[in-house]
């Protein structure tokens, strides 16, 4: 494990720098309001930090659609791991765990396991 792939962020320092540097470009960009003229299509455009305020009303709505859409469309953590194609001979071993029934089916030439 000591030669592990290192990714960029894997490093701390680099991940304050990405801080930084997005810290610097909101200040940048707000600063750069009250600099550059817009042309509005609407007069509530012109409000003070009105296009922050839409994006974090518009994200939080999303979140809390997507909180309540997950209610309906959660599935049980096991949803795709059912199979009642199993060939197995109970002869051999009468009781198997879920993960001595997934390694019994990738013993073929050719299938993966990996989790292996």
Known sequence: ????????????K???RLLWFLYISCALLFALDFVIHRHVAHSWEN???????????GCSILVFV????????MRP????DKDDSIDIDVKESPVLTKR???DEQ???LGDYDVDA
């Open 100 to 102: 001595q029934v997934k």
């Open 1 to 12: 494990m000591d030669n592990e792939k290192q990714h960029l962020f894997d490093d701390p």
């Open 106 to 108: 990738h013993t073929k």
């Open 14 to 16: 680099n991940v304050k």
């Open 66 to 73: 997507a909180t309540w859409m997950r209610t309906f469309l």
């Open 77 to 80: 953590e096991d949803y795709y």
């Open 47 to 57: 409000l003070w930090g009105f296009y922050p305020i839409y994006g974090f009303v």
